[in-house]
């Protein structure tokens, strides 16, 4: 049975409307590259209208399901669809590492049978070599649990930590182990030479999909071209600052972030959340001046 297609409207910088299930594939963000004359740097966030992005409970932060959705979803899969190399953090690997720990898949989903199998397909047929991006994964030590699916598939992983670690004999077994370590500050790693190192690969395009943490370095190094979010019409109970986090930091908002404008806004109406009820939310990208 066919799924009834889903539009959205576009209300910045044109009226028109277009249909959700490739509106991101549009972005082609492989010719973005050689027009700013660098590699691509960009993220993606889900988020309420005052920025929220996940809420605590009693393992980890979560999307919360009063915002959670499928339409968001999608499009978050056809931006990642498009890297060379997707960024994450530890955290994450250590949860997916675990079998229901809650971590969304953003390891396997392009793999045939996965539950983007088609975004997979896609990537072979434009020219990817493997049908899931490399990983790169944030993180100051390196004793966390490495699931397989962060390295199978022809995928390269590569852990950025600190200079120290990098020098560490656990760093020697895992690139004995043909897993990419490199040292990328002191006391943490660098947002510049992060986006650096990644750009001397070779990765033209990359996404990072991680948390506001790891956000916050690119900023600080003034290496994020773009910033894409989804913004649910409506406002969580943040009344207690540590049970949330937020996309920036407190009180910030990507409406008013500095050196950012306003590329594009549409509006999708009568969006089923996680929770079973219907929102209406606004999907924006926000480039560096």
Known sequence: MQTRQQFVHQIFPVARQAPLEGLYLAEKLAEIPPTLGHSLVFADFLTDRRGVIAEANARAFQVP??????????????LMAQADVIISGAAYLKRAAVQGAGAQNVLSQFEAGGEFADLGAWRLRHGYKTRSPDLAVVT???????????????????????RKEAGSGLAKELQAEGI???????????GGTLADTLSGMGYKVIQMATGPRVLGLLLEANRLDRLYITEAQVELDAGDPAAVQTVLPAGQSVHNLPGFHLFHNYLQEDVLAANGEPISQRFLRFDRD
């Open 65 to 78: 399901a009063q915002i959670k959705n499928g339409a968001d979803w999608r499009l978050f899969q056809e």
């Open 140 to 162: 100051h030590g390196l004793t966390m649990a490495i699931p397989d699916s962060a390295r199978e598939n022809g995928r390269k992983l590569t852990l950025f930590t600190t």
């Open 180 to 190: 990419g370590v490199i040292g990328g500050g002191e006391d943490g790693v660098d």
